[in-house]
């Protein structure tokens, strides 16, 4: 340790010879240095981070700190925990910084997980501010990011604001301050948030157990087949900076944090990558001129075919020049407009190998509904149910500020009662608004 803060001090010297110190180092040359105690249960990972100028990361990408474990020279500008319970479970994902200036400093969480106390009986100090060593106690909360089932038609069949055991959330991955309710409905807005931030996604999970442990299970429509629905009013003009969306994804992990994350193109990070997906609304692509229909500016289906770390394309569908891929079935101009002034139904519907996609319009009539759609990729074996999400990402900084409302969300399996034998291409009565009754 001695050479480190050797090396440490030839670093302050160098730089105050060069240009003006920056970050932390810009208020009086002196390293906010911190020890890590982890008085929890859960192992800490760190996963990313930025050093101080001149300086590397401490603790470097990688290091894990054990449950009830310790890191006695921590030196960054910011890092990313992940955080895992004894047995693995993905819990969150911490992004810690150091705030305040001078003796002000302190270290914060963003995303809430993680709480530091200063510990003065482990602390030291001397008459070199880089050999000065905060001591910091850690405690941890992992309760998942939800939006308040309060005040909408949410679909999830309760109005709770707090998190009650055996009931269900819409659990949220990231940008869980993106989120309002009012007007019955829940909103996301697109305004940049305080770290950058952009979007947020959305999507229903069972709290099976509340404090501590906080455990999650399947939500509603976490299924393989049956209907999934909700009511959307885009608050874009149809394309610009960001994406508006409600689609299904395949997901093994139900706790909310984009590394449990499945996608068709690869999202997700740790043990998310690529899943089976299948786009029932989209925004923003219209007139990309790479699109099915470029000359449409209107609501956008897709099936995504990425190919997952074993070469396998994981589609509905094998075939990339598809109809259904990057299509344009009709313009907003022939439902109201964009942005919209009411709201209007999306869905889709599978029953046991056919995929039906499909919209009705704001006065509740059938806005129009894909031909059956059959499975024919037989080479992708998809483990993990379809998940609905309600989500809108997209650009950092863009002045296209606006909110996207969803309400009225409905489940029900293929063999209900209300859809049982019946497709919206063929019965379009039985679909729509009418499941909202």
């Known amino acids: 340790m001695k050479k480190l803060f050797n090396f440490l001090i030839i670093g302050a010297f ?66 990313t925990v992940d955080i895992k319970s004894s047995d693995g479970t993905y819990k969150g994902t911490a992004s810690v910084s150091v705030e305040g200036s001078g003796d002000g400093r302190y270290l914060f969480d963003k995303n809430g997980f993680m709480t530091f106390t200063y510990d003065a009986g ?24 939800f939006v308040d089932n309060a005040g909408w038609e949410n679909g999830l069949g309760n109005s709770e604001s707090s998190l009650v055991a055996n009931n269900d959330y819409w659990g949220v991955d990231y940008g ?106 989209e925004t923003k692509w219209n007139g990309c001129g790479a699109c099915a229909n470029p000359e449409k500016v209107g609501p956008q289906i897709n099936l995504p075919n990425g190919k997952n770390s074993k070469g396998v394309a994981t589609g509905w569908v094998n075939e990339t020049s598809f109809k259904y891929f990057n299509y344009v079935p009709d313009t907003w101009a022939n439902n109201g407009g964009a942005p919209a002034k009411e709201f209007s139904t999306f869905g889709a519907f599978i029953d046991g190998n056919n995929l039906w996609i499909y919209a009705y319009k704001t006065d509740g009539t059938q806005w129009y509904c894909t031909d059956a759609i059959p499975l024919d990729n037989d080479s992708y074996d998809q483990t993990g149910d379809f998940v609905p999400y309600i989500c809108t990402w997209g650009k950092a900084g863009s002045t296209d500020i606006f909110e996207t409302g969803y309400k009225n969300y409905v489940y029900l399996p293929a063999n209900d009662i209300h859809v049982q034998g019946k497709n919206p291409k063929d019965n379009p009565e039985a679909f729509g608004p009418v499941l909202n009754k």
């Open 14 to 79: 160098l730089a105050s010879c060069g240009s003006e110190p920056q970050g932390q180092l810009a208020d009086d040359n002196c390293p906010f240095v911190t020890a890590w105690y982890n008085n929890t249960d859960y192992t800490l990972t760190i996963t990313g981070g930025a050093p101080i100028s001149g300086q590397t990361l401490n603790p470097p990408i990688g290091t894990v700190i054990a449950a009830n474990g310790n890191y006695k020279y921590c030196l960054f500008e910011y890092v």
């Open 122 to 145: 482990k602390s030291h100090y001397e008459s070199d501010c880089w050999k000065d060593i905060r001591a910091e106690d850690i405690t941890i909360t992992v309760a998942p990011k």
């Open 176 to 281: 869980d301050n993106k989120w309002s309710i009012s007007d019955d409905a829940a909103w996301i807005s697109t305004k940049t948030g305080q770290y950058n931030d952009v979007g947020s996604r959305a999507f229903p999970f069972l709290l099976t157990s509340a404090s501590p442990d906080y455990n999650v299970g399947n939500g509603v429509g976490a299924a393989k087949d049956g209907v999934w629905q909700i009511d959307v009013k885009i608050g874009s003009n149809g394309t610009g900076d960001f994406c508006e969306t409600f689609y299904l994804a395949e997901r093994l992990n139900m706790n909310p944090g984009v590394p449990n994350y499945k996608d068709g193109a690869g999202g997700g990070t740790g043990g998310g990558g690529y899943g089976r997906e299948i786009d029932i609304l």
